[in-house]
């Protein structure tokens, strides 16, 4: 890379990626209801580091953010979803046409997922479950299948 593009880090300041990629982390932690604490337990690392981290202050390298998708159980891409584009990177048409978009990873799902398990009483998260697939045209599932 060269120093003009915007995935560097600028006099202290988290370049736009990093700040996205920690305030993922961030939110992910605050859904399921873990401590940076517990966080840092479960990676190796001290609370200090997860705070880092979600700041953007400190870049999380590859295998780093891996351990991370295992740690808050997502995939890595969950990550990136709806990701900024740096300004100098032109991707090409030929992978912009290839790409594919995880539903599952959209901030849209997420909001619905936290609400849908925001509802403490099973037999209206059921019937909840029954409206989004009927609306949806898809048929209905036996008792015994997991929802979500």
Not at 7 to 13: F, Q
Not at 38 to 62: I, M, P, S, W
């Amino acid at each position: 890379m060269t120093a003009g593009t915007t995935t560097r880090r600028t006099r202290g300041k988290p370049n736009e990626i990093d700040a996205y990629v920690g305030q993922k982390i961030r939110e992910r932690r605050l859904v399921l209801g873990i401590s940076q604490e517990r966080l840092a337990d479960a990676l190796g690392l001290t609370f200090q580091q997860v705070q880092k981290y979600e700041r953007g202050a400190n870049r999380v390298g590859a295998g780093r953010l891996y351990a991370l998708s295992l740690a808050l159980g997502v995939s890595v891409d969950f990550f990136f979803a709806d990701a900024p584009l740096p300004e100098k990177v032109r991707p090409m048409p030929e992978a912009l046409a290839a790409r594919t978009v995880d539903p599952t990873s959209s901030a849209e799902t997420r909001r619905v997922v936290r609400a849908y398990y925001g509802v403490s009483d099973e037999r209206i998260r059921a019937r909840f479950l029954a409206v989004m697939r009927a609306l949806g045209g898809q048929p209905d599932e036996p008792e015994d299948a997991s929802p979500v």
